[in-house]
């Protein structure tokens, strides 16, 4: 018999007739990667029957052992199917129908000289659908080198498989579910509508205000949208961004006017609507809802192990990820073979979905929208002052009664649409990557995953500290001067300056301890920080943890969430840096704001949440309503010591000597407790701006709500938190809004407070 070579055999009873030829011939070694012969890749044992092979083979296949399968299989088949090609192959099958395992039974051998048939029944176990069974199957041998080896090809996976036959898996999910505020209007909305705006330069009446406009329209930087209009010709017809319908209405006029928005002179559309996921408010709201986009492909396996494909969109942020299967439900899935035409060969199994369901949050729609713009006009306002360094920002708004958060917003914001295939923009892709290489970060959620030197605001736990242990007494008069030395304490640093210094301002003066915290006296904390020092180094963190203060909250529904840090303290000097908020404390506005709320409410400490109830809308049942959850009771604080440092915190929007934030509050037709804070955030000399902090509950007589407002490397907290805190009061208690100062349009002055000093 002559030996012939033979090309272009994809097929089983192909190969068989070639190894049948080559058996006759003699067995052929398998080549290496010059084509000398060589070793198998993988030792195996000879079987001396076809069916132990067949055996070790499934066996090997049950645990995915692609290697142990390779070996068995014929040099033949492995010179056209290479090991990663095999795997590979395996793989995209295992991944659709989420492969764990196959079980078989053996149903009859037959042997023909040197090539053999087994006949076995296949059960394929999976993770996303009911068992595959794949009977009366068969896999082809052949003797090579005195062993039997498989005759490979890929209907070894499944009976039908073959090069141009693919497996698929088909998706139907439910509508996405929608999600409402807490008192049931609409945030997010499956087909809902958007609107969309683009300009001309040349028909606008002023470029300069349009900028301005949609800055304040659009909730972003000015300096952004004037970046974005040096990219156009007058002429040219440019996009610029999303709006809700309901702020376009609001600002259509304005817009026609300054914009050009109504001229139809060049005959291009500046207006238009689609249906999309809407999100109220557009970028109002990112920050809390997050955004859906496609699967993203480092994360393929995981979602298809989950049934979803590549295609599909998925929660990526905010309150879409963490209540995903809630808001998508489960989709029909349909395991099919299809032909390369699309021609469905074979259904392989099948699974039930499970409808979707609302979600409703504690925000208030309003409330949050007011929060954003009130940052973003903030930021545009003082674009030439401390904006022009700060960056970025947080805000957190809490009912101090349950932990309800009824705002959260971090600055800068972004459109969540982007990230939808759904949107507006011609080419989304350099707006995402301008986002991921923004300094100011937008992608991160300022109040809840990063944290900051809290400064002077922390001044509110150490003044309940010492009350509350008594080493300091409520009525104790302290001179409060413009330096402190304390090398009573074993201070190291030689003398200390009061944040006045930096400010040319005279000395506080004789203050008792609620005094000193609405004037936030220096010397008088670092004096309390080496008392407390003296009497525990562990007693200021023993405090800071009944309040939750550098320890996650536990919020779940918006992602990541940092812990802070609140260190007990190595030395006197750490002990006299910590007891005014700076050295290594270190906290997130959403650990504040809960810390506050306790402080207004007289001790209860509540678990902060933002989803208040699962289902009730749409025609959906109610499935679950979230309680308010209580973490601590803070009994062991006396409920005196609580008395003296709200006293302090309402004195520094009232008291005209001692008030830090007097004058930004003085007007409010409303009553409202804060604490200014001013956080040194790099070493001496480095020029690094301050962190700006406001904390305030009001009204006074009987809290309702708690804020938190931080301005990263900005200027004082008084200058720079507290009037964006006002504006969110103002709107809060339906109060005329006060304008911001108007020193914010003045050039930038850089501050340089004394070293070891937070204001």
């Not at 700060?390 to 972004?414: C, E, K, Q, R, Y």
């Not at 007097?662 to 070493?683: D, I, L, M, Q, W």
């Not at 406001?694 to 938190?721: K, W």
Request: hydrophobic share 40%; net charge negative; with cysteine.
């Amino acid at each position: 018999m002559q030996c012939t070579s033979s090309q272009g055999w994809g097929r089983r009873a192909a190969l068989l007739l070639v190894v049948g030829l080559l058996a006759a011939c003699g067995a052929l070694p398998l080549p290496n990667a010059e084509g000398a012969p060589a070793q198998p890749l993988f030792a195996v044992v000879n079987m001396n029957t076809p069916e132990e092979v067949a055996r070790s083979f499934l066996d090997a296949w049950n645990t995915q052992s692609y290697e142990v399968m390779y070996a068995l299989v014929h040099p033949l088949s492995q010179e056209q199917y290479p090991l990663e090609r095999f795997k590979d192959r395996y793989a995209v099958a295992h991944n659709a129908m989420g492969f764990s395992g196959v079980t078989y039974t053996i149903e009859e051998v037959t042997q023909q000289g040197q090539s053999a048939a087994v006949r076995y029944n296949a059960t394929l176990r999976s993770t996303s659908f009911e068992n595959i069974v794949d009977p009366n199957r068969t896999m082809r041998l052949v003797q090579h080198g005195g062993a039997w080896r498989v005759a490979w090809s890929p209907l070894d996976i499944l009976e039908g498989l073959s090069a141009d036959v693919r497996v698929e898996v088909s998706n139907s999910f439910p509508p996405r579910a929608n999600i409402y505020d807490r008192s049931g209007n609409l945030i997010v909305q499956q087909g809902g509508r958007t609107a969309w705006i683009a300009v001309i330069k040349q028909e606008m009446r002023n470029v300069d205000e349009c900028i301005t406009l949609l800055a304040e329209v659009l909730l972003r930087p000015r300096a952004e949208i004037a970046r974005l209009f040096t990219n156009y010709n007058p002429d040219t017809w440019f996009h610029v961004g999303e709006l809700d319908l309901d702020v376009l209405a609001r600002y259509r006029d304005a817009l026609d006017n300054t914009c050009g928005l109504g001229s139809s002179s060049s005959g291009f559309r500046k207006v238009g609507e689609y249906s999309t996921r809407a999100y109220w408010g557009v970028s109002a709201m990112t920050h809390v809802t997050g955004f859906i986009g496609r699967v993203p492909g480092d994360q393929l396996a995981v979602w298809q192990a989950r049934g979803y494909q590549a295609s599909d969109l998925i929660g990526l942020a905010g309150v879409e990820a963490s209540y995903e299967s809630v808001l998508a439900g489960k989709p029909n899935r349909t395991l099919r073979m299809i032909e390369g035409g699309g021609v469905v060969l074979r259904e392989l199994g099948g699974t039930s979905g499970a409808p979707s369901a609302p979600i409703q949050l504690t925000i208030d729609r309003d409330l949050q929208y007011v929060t954003a713009k009130a940052m973003n006009d903030a930021f545009n306002y003082a674009q030439q002052n401390w904006a022009s360094v700060a960056t970025g920002a947080a805000a957190v708004v809490m009912d101090v009664n349950t932990g309800a958060i009824l705002a959260l917003h971090s600055f800068p914001t972004f459109d969540p649409s982007l990230f939808n295939p759904s949107n507006s923009y011609t080419d989304p892709l350099p707006l995402i990557a301008a986002l991921n290489s923004n300094p100011r970060r937008p992608l991160a959620n300022k109040a809840v995953a990063e944290q900051y030197t809290p400064g002077s605001v922390y001044k509110v736990f150490t003044a309940l500290a010492v009350t509350d242990t008594g080493i300091w007494s409520p009525t104790t008069i302290f001179d409060c001067t413009l330096e402190w030395e304390g090398r009573k304490f074993g201070d190291t640093v030689a003398l200390r300056q009061d944040w006045r210094v930096a400010d040319n301002l005279p000395p506080a003066g004789e203050v008792r301890t609620a005094q000193a915290l609405a004037t936030s006296c220096n010397p008088f904390f670092w004096e309390m920080g080496g008392l407390m020092y003296q009497r525990d180094p562990n007693l200021l963190v023993r405090y800071s943890d009944l309040f939750g203060l550098g320890r996650s909250t536990g919020l779940t529904a918006l992602g990541r969430e940092v812990t802070g840090s609140v260190t007990v303290p190595r030395n006197a000097s750490e002990a006299i840096n910590n007891a005014i908020g700076q050295g290594d404390v270190q906290l997130t506005p959403l650990q504040l704001v809960s810390a506050v709320a306790a402080v207004a409410n007289g001790g209860t400490l509540y678990q902060p949440y933002l989803v208040k109830q699962v289902g009730g809308f749409d025609g959906v049942e109610v499935i679950e309503t979230i309680q308010p959850t209580v973490r601590t009771q803070i009994e062991v604080i006396d409920p005196r010591s609580f008395d003296v440092v709200r006293e302090g915190m309402c004195l520094v929007t009232t008291d005209s000597t001692f008030g830090t934030a007097f004058r930004v509050f003085r007007n409010a037709p409303y009553s409202s407790c804060g604490k200014t804070g001013t956080a040194e955030t790099g070493v001496r000399g480095s020029g690094s701006p301050p962190h700006a902090w406001y904390i305030a509950f009001a009204p006074a007589e009987n809290p309702q709500i708690a804020t938190v407002v931080v301005v990263t490397n900005s200027r004082e907290g008084s200058e720079v938190a507290a009037p964006i805190t006002r504006r969110i009061l103002d709107f809060y208690f339906n109060a005329r809004v006060e304008p911001f100062p108007k020193w914010w349009e003045e050039p930038y002055v850089p501050l340089q407070p004394p070293a070891g000093v937070a204001g």
